[in-house]
Nanobody, 119 residues
Framework: QVQLVESGGGLVQAGGSLRLSCIFSGRTFSAYAMGWVRQSPGKEREIAARISSTGGSTSYADSVKGRFTISRDNAKNTVYLQMSSLKPEDTGVYYC????????????WGQGTQVTVSS
């Protein structure tokens, strides 16, 4: 049974930083592309960042480009999202997700972690 467990969310002031972590278990982590998907109040779900199974390729939503960095450590079965220069509009629930099919057809999801950015 695959499990994804996120951590690192919280309350931060605008301009601050947070690092999210997601530990993957139950299957071979290095076989899957991974990403961070956010759901903000009143907005559609958005994939903020993606990383290939090897970590050699990343992509970002325009809204976070230059401020967020996704990375992974396949030896630790963990994917990270370093968020800097946070803005109030970054507020939302951040889900770790992954799969071996193209986004959005990913099969595996975490429970989500709340990120709140105050102005």
């Amino acid at each position: 049974q695959v499990q994804l467990v996120e951590s690192g969310g919280g309350l931060v002031q605008a301009g601050g930083s947070l690092r999210l972590s997601c530990i993957f278990s139950g299957r071979t982590f290095s076989a899957y592309a991974m990403g961070w998907v956010r759901q903000s109040p009143g907005k559609e779900r958005e994939i903020a960042a993606r990383i290939s199974s090897t970590g050699g390729s990343t992509s970002y939503a325009d809204s976070v480009k230059g401020r967020f960095t996704i990375s992974r450590d396949n030896a630790k079965n963990t994917v990270y999202l370093q968020m800097s220069s946070l803005k109030p509009e970054d507020t939302g629930v951040y889900y770790c997700a992954g799969g071996d099919r193209p986004w959005p057809r990913w099969d595996y999801w975490g429970q989500g972690t709340q990120v709140t950015v105050s102005s």
